[in-house]
């Protein structure tokens, strides 16, 4: 679906007639934070925002705009695409104000002054699950890159008009509406919990499910007629995971799928709600859109996972202080652990590929340098570092894999120690009761302190030993001696690597009368020789490096050296590589097979 800016409409027009002034706020007292948004009369790519608000006490208010945002643990500064503020009073008189650091901005006040009215532009072009994107018919944003927020007051009730709606259109929510152009949120915490998708036109269905309403919402090209399907298998998922977590905790949930041209799978969690943006032709058929399910059950899993049972760190939010916490293995990669136990205790996934894609995923990994020399609780820390224009890419992990991993060992460390009494689920609920349900967040520690109320305090040394192997020490997995004693067949083999892999080249693809690197493993004989990801080989030992057949280097004998010839960008180089057998990486063949049905799968 193009993405283009309609004529103004009579709606937009006569709005415009009664004028777009600060002015236009009712001034009785204020009781809650209001905002507007407009977009018909701006450029492509622009929000304005117009914000009313009681004064602070004393002579001044800040108002901060967010630098993270719940889902994504990196530093987004969404006050770099803010510009045109001004303040006034509730009389249109200006104030005086001065931005005091990168994402504040400070309204003084002196005297009598009823309420404080803030306008400002936000830059908007960015497309994904987390963001926000003006263009014209279709308008969609995620309020925490977009709202300040009163500094001292985020508790505060704030109202969301949307004086550009035009009353034919459609909007997919979860914030609480009053009319089509106005919401309704008990905080800013709420408020920047539910993104909006609004257009002329959106594709939209809704079932009910264990007692909650459960709406999709498509925006782009729809091929498939009939989402029955569609929804009766979201609704097998959530009622999977409501009985893995003990109860569903809402009244009504919104799946929002943005559907676009091109590759693209990213989504985003909140409370009631889930944000995708994914490929149009995962939606050309009933068929089609079970390729959905899976990102699908992820978000959903959430519902308890982050979204009320989260760390400490993160209760409650602090959008302008990055949360440090080792705990992300957890939030995350026991999701991702559980996505496919979902799919697969639902019945939307055969028990044979469940076993055949987890086999295939540890092996993956543990044949992956980062994964074997850094810990879960590190990759938590480090994701800060992700954005670091000094971070290379080889160190560039994943929490949600690591986490993954993280997961099924701790779910099988637990059946194992319990004799079949406890698996995952049960550690889970235990800790669902323990802090969501007091209204705290997980300490650091709470994970596998719960471990160990679930085993008995007999049991702490044999856990404390599993978290300083696995998840916080880097100790290399042997599966077959971690499942001794469960039902499940092992085929594990280690050797050296073969081929370009040999000498460090874990990936590459043909150029030209060459090969481009594509993934290097630091450390190995082609890193020392200097070579890196993205260089392209064109030549070894003088002949076309495309004619050299991988079992080449299989042959080089304890200090070989070959001549390579390469090109970095438009620069040629030369070097000698030297062949030392202790630089060889290690290679894991993994297959794992359950010996009884459903074993792993059912809780």
């Given at each position: 679906m193009p993405l283009h800016r309609p004529a103004l409409s009579t709606f937009g027009r006569m709005h415009r007639l009664l004028g777009a002034a600060l002015v236009f706020f009712p001034t009785k007292a204020m009781s809650e934070v209001v905002y507007r948004l407009f977009w018909a009369e701006e450029p492509p790519y622009t929000y304005r925002v117009v914000m009313r608000l009681a004064p602070s006490k004393g002579s001044y208010t800040d108002l901060r705009m967010p630098a993270w945002r719940p889902g994504r643990y990196i530093l987004q500064n969404y006050a770099g695409a803010l510009y045109h503020f001004s303040a006034q009073d509730a009389h249109g008189r200006p104030l005086p104000w001065k931005k005091i650091?990168?994402?504040?901005?400070?309204?003084?006040?002196?005297?009598?002054?009823?309420?404080?009215?803030?306008?400002?532009?936000?830059?908007?072009?960015?497309?994904?699950?987390?963001?926000?994107?003006?263009?014209?018919?279709?308008?969609?944003?995620?309020?925490?890159?977009?709202?300040?927020?009163?500094?001292?007051?985020?508790?505060?009730?704030?109202?969301?008009?949307?004086s550009d709606m035009p009353p034919t259109w459609a909007v997919a929510t979860a914030l609480p509406a009053k009319s089509k152009q106005e919401y309704e949120a008990a905080s800013y915490h709420h408020l920047v919990d539910a993104p909006f998708v609004i257009a002329p036109t959106l594709r939209q269905a809704k079932t009910t499910c264990e007692g909650a309403s459960i709406s999709v919402h498509f925006w782009g090209e729809v091929g498939a007629q009939n989402l029955a399907p569609f929804l009766s298998d979201l609704c097998k998922i959530i009622q999977t995971q409501k009985k893995i977590w003990g109860e569903l905790p809402l009244s009504e949930y919104h799946f929002i799928y943005i559907l676009v041209p091109f590759q693209m799978r990213h989504a985003v969690e909140h409370e009631n709600c889930a944000v995708f943006v994914l490929p149009q032709s995962g939606a050309r058929d009933e068929s089609s859109l079970k390729s959905f399910l899976s990102i699908s059950a992820h978000e959903f899993f959430h519902v308890w996972n982050v979204k009320r049972l989260r760390p400490a760190a993160m209760w409650p939010y602090d959008y302008n202080r990055p949360p440090m916490t080792s705990l992300h293995w957890f939030t995350e990669g026991i999701t991702d652990y559980y996505t496919s136990l979902s799919l697969a205790r639902a019945g939307l996934l055969a028990e044979s590929e469940y076993?055949?894609?987890?086999?295939?995923?540890?092996?993956?990994?543990?044949?992956?340098?980062?994964?074997?020399?850094?810990?879960?609780?590190?990759?938590?820390?480090?994701?800060?570092?992700?954005?670091?224009?000094?971070?290379?890419?080889?160190?560039?992990?994943?929490?949600?894999?690591?986490?993954?991993?993280?997961?099924?060992?701790?779910?099988?460390?637990?059946?194992?120690?319990?004799?079949?009494?406890?698996?995952?689920?049960?550690?889970?609920?235990?800790?669902?009761?323990?802090?969501?349900?007091?209204?705290?967040?997980?300490?650091?520690?709470?994970?596998?302190?719960?471990?160990?109320?679930?085993?008995?305090?007999?049991?702490?040394?044999?856990?404390?030993?599993?978290?300083?192997?696995?998840?916080?020490?880097?100790?290399?997995?042997?599966?077959?001696?971690f499942l001794a004693g469960l039902p499940v067949e092992v085929e594990e083999e280690e050797r050296p690597a073969q081929g370009w892999e040999r000498i460090g080249i874990r990936q590459w693809v043909p150029e030209g009368e060459g090969i481009r690197i594509t993934e290097i493993e630091p450390l190995s004989c082609a890193a020392m020789l200097g070579l890196s990801q993205n260089d392209v080989i064109y030549t070894v030992d003088t002949r076309s490096a495309k004619e050299i057949d991988p079992s080449y280097w299989d042959h080089l004998q304890e200090g070989a050296q070959v001549l390579i010839g390469w090109r970095r960008n438009d620069e040629v180089e030369e070097g000698i590589l030297r062949f030392e057998a202790r630089r060889v990486p290690l290679r894991k063949h993994l297959r794992l097979k359950p010996q009884k049905e459903g074993f792993g799968i059912t809780s």
């Open positions: 650091d990168k994402d504040t901005w400070r309204v003084f006040h002196q005297g009598k002054v009823s309420a404080i009215e803030v306008s400002y532009r936000v830059d908007a072009r960015t497309l994904d699950a987390g963001s926000s994107y003006q263009g014209g018919s279709f308008i969609y944003f995620n309020p925490i890159t977009l709202f300040l927020y009163v500094v001292g007051r985020i508790e505060e009730r704030c109202r969301l008009e949307l076993w055949a894609q987890l086999s295939s995923f540890l092996q993956k990994l543990e044949n992956t340098w980062v994964y074997q020399n850094f810990s879960p609780a590190e990759q938590s820390l480090d994701s800060w570092h992700a954005t670091s224009p000094y971070r290379p890419s080889f160190l560039q992990a994943s929490f949600y894999a690591s986490g993954k991993r993280l997961g099924f060992l701790l779910d099988m460390f637990l059946r194992r120690e319990s004799g079949g009494r406890y698996s995952l689920d049960d550690l889970l609920r235990y800790l669902y009761r323990t802090y969501y349900k007091q209204g705290k967040g997980v300490p650091e520690e709470g994970v596998m302190e719960g471990v160990i109320q679930l085993l008995s305090q007999q049991k702490r040394a044999v856990v404390e030993s599993f978290w300083r192997m696995y998840v916080e020490g880097r100790e290399r997995v042997s599966y077959r001696d």
